[in-house]
């Protein structure tokens, strides 16, 4: 694993293309593989014999077919071309030959210029857009990856039936009727944060997947056990700037699924795959730097922060609702973002918080460590767009000078869960119809920074409004427990 780690540091440290080849043959790469996001957040890839991959290919790209990929062409202009970029080369783990993998950016065909609604291309508008806007230079992101991990799974969906399994022996639901003695050690229910080995039985394969995220160039913080009695874990990973901080939030997934599928283990980023149990956000740490001076850290009385990043916030705040679409995009993520559970149901910002929509640690004592932690976000987004999308949000706010307390959004002291008839809140939207109608209303700002093209809202509703019927169109099991004896 040691020569996989020197030769992707000296393939991505390549002057040229001629170089590139050069190495990867030399150290007898057997295939070059290309990844790349489509809108909606997967990853695909295409593979290239070493042999036939040549230094051209950087520049000329590699033909694909975009009528085939979520929110790219149509069926009539399809063709487009794969650019890979260098500095992204990885040698994969998984598998038996040697494989050096690449992330691309989506061109057109015949230019070569990167397309519009590519979220590489659109993550590169978010950096370029905020570095010239005088507010600040760079931001930098640090997420927080959470996820299940369950023994095994099984699951269908067709008209005559559907139905999920799911074993854990963490939370004692064995994957057999065979008798397993390792089931004595279990996690208490509400008892998963930082439980210990033995009931914390993945402490191992943690391990591995952030030694092995580590070796890929992320940099991993900590990693625990998480609150989700069946199995929830999280990995933490320091600040990034944008591009770079999406592209190892893809690869660290992709890094946490094929470790799983090693072990024999499945694991699933879906924010809530299991009834009264904690789901899994994708909590974004967010810091923005100007002359190389940090930006958020002040005295303005609030939390900390200073005036500037009143306004960041204030612009996330006020634009929250139609921002759901992205942020939060799938069915499953209304079903985590409901009270009692460490997720936030209102727009707000508070220090300490966790049930607020935007929590500013309190621990962050060092003005180069001052952060603001947005929370509704799950691993069901696009990381490309959301990050991108926030930038957008804060950049209006800071061009209007909006100050969150003057539009209800806080600071509120206490459980934002327990309700309080004092408190005025803002609520997130309940339902992806819901959130999708606010993006529609509201979503010009995305098209008006200059980061986002003028057609990802109608395209990014048209794709998720799809998705929203299907769940709709079908009946749940558990309406047959309610119904079926109407």
């Not at 508008?125 to 930098?140: C, K, P």
Request: charged share 25%.
């Amino acid at each position: 694993m040691h020569q996989h780690l020197e030769l992707s540091t000296r393939l991505r440290e390549t002057a040229t293309g001629d170089e590139f080849v050069a190495i990867a043959l030399d150290a007898e790469v057997d295939f070059i593989n290309l990844r790349f996001a489509d809108l909606l957040g997967r990853w695909h890839h295409v593979t290239i014999p070493a042999t036939a991959f040549h230094a051209r290919l950087f520049e000329s790209g590699v033909g694909f077919d975009g009528s085939s990929v979520s929110g790219f062409k149509s069926v009539e202009r399809g063709d487009m071309v794969l650019l890979p970029d260098p500095t992204t080369a990885l040698v994969d783990d998984y598998g038996d030959h040697t494989v050096v993998s690449l992330i691309a950016s989506a061109g057109e065909a015949d230019t070569k210029e990167l397309f519009r609604l590519d979220p590489r291309t659109i993550a590169r508008n978010a950096e370029a857009v905020l570095s010239s806007s005088g507010h600040a230079d760079v931001s930098l992101w640090s997420p927080e990856l959470e996820f299940y991990i369950f023994a095994a799974v099984d699951y269908d969906d067709t008209p005559s039936g559907s139905f999920y399994d799911v074993a854990s022996h963490e939370a004692g639901w064995p994957a057999t009727e065979e008798r397993d003695e390792e089931l004595a050690y279990r996690i208490r229910p509400e008892g998963g944060y930082q439980a210990v080995p033995p009931s914390d039985r993945y402490f191992d394969l943690r391990n591995e997947i952030s030694t092995r995220m580590l070796e890929a160039g992320i940099p991993v913080k900590y990693h625990h056990h998480e609150n989700g009695r069946p199995g929830q874990q999280e990995i933490e990973v320091h600040p990034e700037p944008l591009l770079l901080a999406a592209d190892h939030l893809m690869l660290g997934k992709y890094i946490v699924r094929n470790t799983a599928a090693e072990w024999g283990v499945a694991a699933t980023f879906m924010p809530k795959p299991i009834a009264d149990q904690a789901g899994s956000g994708l909590h974004l740490h967010i810091r923005l730097v100007k002359d190389g001076q940090p930006l958020l850290h002040g005295d303005d009385g609030c939390a900390g922060l200073s005036c500037k990043a009143l306004s960041f916030l204030g612009g996330i705040l006020s634009h929250g609702r139609a921002l759901a679409a992205v942020t939060s995009p799938s069915t499953n993520s209304y079903r985590r973002l409901r009270p009692g559970y460490e997720a936030p149901v209102a727009l707000s910002f508070s220090a300490g918080d966790r049930s607020a929509a935007i929590r500013i640690p309190k621990y962050a004592t060092e003005p180069e460590m001052k952060s603001a932690e947005f929370r509704p976000a799950d691993a069901t987004c696009n990381p490309y767009l959301v990050m991108s999308a926030l930038i957008a949000a804060g950049l209006d706010g800071m061009e209007r000078g909006i100050d969150p307390r003057d539009e209800g959004f806080g600071p509120f002291e206490g459980n934002l869960d327990e309700r309080d008839p004092g408190r005025k809140l803002i609520p997130l939207p309940a339902s992806l119809d819901e959130a999708l109608h606010e993006l529609r209303k509201g979503g010009a700002f995305l098209s008006d920074s200059g980061i986002f093209p003028a057609e990802f809202v109608e395209t990014w509703v048209r794709l998720k409004t799809r998705e929203a019927e299907i769940v709709a169109g079908r009946p749940h099991p558990t309406e047959y427990a309610l119904y079926f004896d109407c």
